[in-house]
């Protein structure tokens, strides 16, 4: 039986196109990796860094001088540093006791636990998107450096250093807009505080305008670093030199 023959233009010939088919290049993954996650990376950190650690806490507390205003006794380094124990997993249980010598009775109720838990959860999941933009960012950063793609790399870096402002700006007009915020907190606020709750009070008190300020400086120390390692092995004296 005679074999079918196909000419190289037949509309029959099942390889007619796969010539004109160009292979993706690997840098350019990279370097749109890079572009999405590295602000991902830089935005996540940021907030984790702020909300883990005592010092935005005490800072507040500093600042408006709440604990100066409410009736129940508290110390202000004992709470700051239960805020950074507790978000940092160091303990699972949100409680202290009031600063008083006689019969000191539980400062928060289970209300302001749940809250606490809730805000944790959430930051948690926040610190698992960290992670993973971490390591593609990384590895975005490794793979470009060591095939010297430096025209890419410095493409990504500026691409994502616009996303980061972008992003950064919107959540911070969020967090500024009281009502919006509010909304949003909601869903993990829950509900059962009494009037004048502890917790409640303390956050109320500008907490979310320091912590964005916090969030603000460390997002663009790290960003400044990133930029300062990205024009020594990608910038312009680079490009036109190897290693």
Request: glycine share 4%; proline share 4%.
């Amino acid at each position: 039986m005679r074999m079918k023959s196909y000419r190289v233009n037949s509309r029959k010939n099942p390889w007619r196109n796969t010539r004109d088919i160009k292979s993706v290049d690997p840098a350019k993954v990279w370097g749109i990796l890079l572009t999405v996650f590295m602000p991902i990376m830089i935005i996540t950190i940021a907030l984790n860094v702020t909300m883990r650690l005592p010092d935005s806490y005490n800072f507040n507390m500093s600042s408006s001088e709440i604990l100066d205003t409410m009736s129940t006794q508290i110390d202000q380094q004992t709470l700051s540093n239960l805020f950074g124990d507790y978000m940092q997993h160091k303990t699972n249980v949100f409680q202290m006791k009031q600063n008083t010598s006689y019969n000191p009775q539980n400062v928060f109720n289970a209300a302001d636990q749940k809250f606490m838990y809730n805000i944790r959860h959430s930051l948690d999941i926040t610190a698992v998107v960290a992670v993973l933009a971490l390591i593609i960012s990384a590895l975005a950063m490794f793979f470009l450096i060591r095939w010297r793609k430096h025209e890419i790399h410095m493409k990504a870096f500026k691409r994502g250093v616009l996303i980061f402002f972008i992003l950064t700006a919107f959540n911070t007009a969020v967090k500024l807009i009281t009502p919006l915020f509010d909304k949003l907190v909601d869903p993990i606020r829950g509900t059962g505080f009494v009037e004048g709750d502890p917790l409640i009070t303390i956050l109320s008190a500008g907490f979310t305008k320091t912590e964005t300020m916090f969030e603000l400086l460390i997002s663009c120390v790290f960003l400044g670093v990133l930029a300062y390692v990205t024009w020594q092995v990608a910038g312009p004296k680079r490009l036109f030199k190897g290693y």
